[in-house]
């Protein structure tokens, strides 16, 4: 006998339910998904097996344009978002404008993307900051050029949307990652053997924080492969990608068209699948030329005079963009009178804001609603599987993160249509019960990968402490462990809150146009192109994630002002 | 109060790392030394009724005659402390000692200020554990052990994080009251001076007299 036993109480059951929460809305959506995609869909009548629905979906004149554009983008997206990644870790790390770069991503990561693509745009349009700012002088516009900018054919824009965004997120993922592979370490014996910054990084480190980044990589490419609301903005429209006709076809009025729907939903799995694929190939046999590299000794010195300056080249653009974006929403909210090419508007006015304020605070109630719900279930669920972990003295299971990312790696446009068409049946599409499970579906994840790693460094001497001197496992649980963790679980809550804030896809489809919050109204106006009415929603959109990590970073403080040992 | 070791053994993957009978009288220090990873620290472990899941456990452990070994550390009231003094963070110095202090307990303020002013720490229950010396840090969870009324004591190195001065100090403040209390106490540690210090008999994990 190594211990006495001790009855693990209520957590014991968390783990498995939270599985069930996760991949129980996946699995049903896939298979509400594939039943329709082969004509079986007994509410509309199909109760036969038949090809029907992929023939139509292959008469559609789009199809090859959006599987290229899905493939492109999120390769592309990804490629380049892990290598902006990758560059200003190995090449800054360690320096005063790293440590900048780290502060930046906390709220960078509470952006939702259509803000963040809604500044971009903002920018870069051909009647954007960057043209006005070259104009005339340097252009000889006098008005807009007529330039296919946003909603470029090839996606490029797209990608830049996209990009903006998950590179922060891939470095929060890197730098989580650098602690648990001893990168100080390995960097040391590299670089007292004559290696330079980046080379040294790159074969010593490299291998392996990718092996512990490989599922949050994998994430942003099934992301940007089937994006809906990035893509509406930013992306192209005759015709959009997959992912955006699956979803017009859904919302269409002749309900034979979701069973197209279906059929392309399948199609875009398989295509996030296979490209997933291709991508794993590519990484084994980036791995084996480059232990031939690493082997080779070569030192690289070189490398860093020219990594340096290009990584905070970079980084600066990338994060200019974003506030210069958001800047412009700003701004643009509130302008009366602005010309062609003036840099600033000739007059202000307060108007849309008074025109929108009964709507948007509709608009915040219901998001706040949905958020606080689905975050403090998705705390609950996370805060019992990490105990029942801790009670039943398991190490980590590998199994249980993998399902943990399951949401993360099926694309929502997949899923979620069957999920919809479930909801139907039962009676529960529009209701904001659906909203937030299929909200908790994405939540989770998040607070899972923000609260796991500072979870398991608590040290568990204060448990043993604790028990002898007679607590038992709640009250360590409750007295002790939680409170010491107050940092860790407020900003996993901000993070799940903002998560919550970002869904499109899931409150359009499960709240059937009756749930509106602020992201779905805001990305509803996105076709309609009112700069000064996207500028309201876009800013009230990214203000309210903000405000809550604020107060989720000053929590500790205010709960526990006299104790500087609850501030680190 | 007395705490028997009948026929400890502590085995990793079949492999024995501690194998020890003992008897501790009330007040008695026994001190058990050896090189680091010989298994001392894994024997309080045991002990408390924290011992890894790749470590396997025979013998008992009685407490007063009341065979304790199959207790939840919360149900033996044995009381430890570490070489590090793991202050709550998020609790005061009097929020630490009230933690300990037994629900029902009347007069709790009282108690509190008393342990304080026992260690030495009149007025101190506002202070936060942050701001304490380590020496003051140590007194804390030696009172906050106290208060919990243990019936046996156990020590993993608890002064080896101290300098020279406050370790005589600090040596002669747990062994007095623990002593003053009746306690049976086990302490683990590589430094001779704190063996010479308790004045018991000192053993290794294989129950071998040590000489000093």
């Known amino acids: 006998m190594a211990r006495p036993l001790r009855s693990a109480g209520w957590v014991r059951p968390v783990p498995a339910l939270t599985v069930l929460l996760l991949a129980g809305p996946v699995a049903a959506g896939l298979a509400g998904a594939l039943l329709p995609a082969f004509g079986w869909m007994p509410a509309l009548g199909g109760n036969a097996l038949s090809l029907d629905p992929w023939r139509r979906l292959a008469e559609w004149p789009g199809l090859v344009a959006a599987v290229r554009l899905s493939v492109v983008t999120g390769l592309g997206a990804t490629a380049i978002s892990l290598a902006i990644t990758l560059l200003i870790v190995a090449a800054l790390q360690g320096t005063r404008a790293f440590a900048l770069v780290t502060r930046a991503l906390a709220p960078l990561l509470s952006l939702p993307h259509a803000a963040a693509a809604f500044g971009l745009a903002f920018l870069i349009a051909p009647s954007g900051w960057v043209a006005r700012a070259v104009s005339p002088w340097a252009t000889g516009w006098e008005r807009p050029p007529d330039l296919l900018i946003l909603g470029d054919p090839a996606g490029l824009s797209l990608i830049a949307g996209l990009v903006v965004k998950e590179v922060p997120f891939l470095l929060l993922m890197t730098l989580a990652a650098l602690g648990q592979v001893s990168a100080a370490q390995r960097m040391t014996v590299a670089r007292s053997l004559g290696y330079g910054r980046v080379t040294g990084w790159v074969k010593t480190v490299l291998p392996a924080v990718y092996a512990q980044i490989r599922l949050p990589v994998y994430a942003v490419l099934a992301y940007s492969m089937s994006v809906v609301d990035v893509a509406l903005i930013l992306g192209p429209t005759r015709p959009p990608t997959l992912a955006v006709q699956i979803v017009d076809w859904m919302g269409q009025r002749d309900l034979s068209l979701r069973l197209v729907a279906a059929a392309g939903a399948v199609l875009q799995l398989a295509l996030v699948l296979g490209t997933l694929a291709l991508w794993h190939g590519a990484e084994r046999g980036l791995a084996r030329l480059g232990q031939g590299w690493a082997a080779g000794g070569g030192r690289g010195r070189g490398v860093d005079k020219v990594a340096r300056p290009l990584a905070l080249g970079v980084a600066g653009l990338a994060g200019a963009a974003v506030l210069l974006g958001l800047a412009g929403l700003a701004l643009w909210s509130v302008a009366g009178l602005w010309r062609f090419p003036d840099l600033w508007p000739a007059s202000f006015s307060a108007r849309h804001w008074q025109g929108q304020s009964r709507g948007v605070l509709d608009a915040v109630r219901t998001t706040a609603l949905v958020g606080v719900l689905a975050t403090a279930l998705a705390l609950a669920l996370v805060i019992g599987a990490l105990e029942a972990e801790f009670r039943a003295r398991a190490r980590p299971s590998r199994r249980f993160t993998a399902l943990v990312y399951l949401p993360l790696l099926v694309p929502q446009v997949a899923f979620l249509p069957g999920l919809t068409t479930l909801a139907l049946i039962v009676g529960l599409d529009g209701q904001v019960v659906a909203v937030t499970v299929a909200h908790l579906v994405f939540v989770l994840p998040y607070v899972y990968l923000a609260l796991a790693d500072p979870w398991r460094a608590w040290d568990t001497r204060c448990a043993t402490i604790a028990h002898s001197l007679g607590a038992g496992p709640g009250r360590v649980l409750w007295a002790v462990r939680l409170p010491m963790l107050t940092r860790a679980l407020a900003i996993a809550a901000a993070i799940g809150f903002a998560t919550s804030v970002a869904q499109y896809l899931p409150t359009l489809l499960l709240g059937a146009g009756r749930v509106e919050t602020l992201t779905t109204e805001a990305v509803a106006l996105a076709a309609g192109g009112n700069r000064r009415l996207i500028g309201v929603w876009a800013v009230m959109q990214m203000l309210l994630p903000l405000v809550v990590f604020v107060g989720a970073l000053a929590l500790p403080a205010l709960l526990f002002p006299r104790l500087k040992g609850m501030r680190a | ?212």
């Open chain 2, 1 to 212: 109060m007395t705490l028997e070791l009948d026929r400890i053994a502590i085995t990793r993957a079949g492999a024995p790392l501690v194998a020890l009978s003992a008897h501790i009288a009330p007040g008695e220090v026994l001190t058990l030394m050896g090189p680091s990873g010989c298994g001392k620290s894994t024997l309080l472990a045991a002990l408390i009724g924290a011992l890894p899941d790749a470590f396997a456990l025979s013998g008992r452990v009685r407490l007063n005659g009341q065979d304790i070994t199959a207790l939840p550390t919360e149900a033996r009231r044995i009381g430890i402390l570490f070489q590090d003094a793991v202050l709550f963070p998020h609790l005061s110095v009097g929020g630490n000692l009230g933690f300990a202090l037994p629900r029902q307990t009347p007069d709790r303020a009282a108690r509190i200020e008393a342990a304080l002013a026992d260690a030495g720490l009149n007025g101190m229950a506002e202070r936060d554990p942050a701001t304490l010396s380590g020496g003051q840090r140590a007194r804390v969870a030696l009172m906050r052990t106290l208060l919990a009324e243990p019936r046996a004591l156990l020590l993993d190195e608890p002064f080896s994080k101290l300098d020279a001065a406050r370790r005589a100090q600090m040596r002669s403040f747990v062994f007095d009251r623990a002593r003053a209390k009746g306690l049976p106490v086990l302490m683990v540690t590589h430094d001779p001076d704190d063996a010479r210090a308790a004045g018991g008999a000192v053993v290794d994990v294989r129950g071998a007299p040590v000489s000093l």
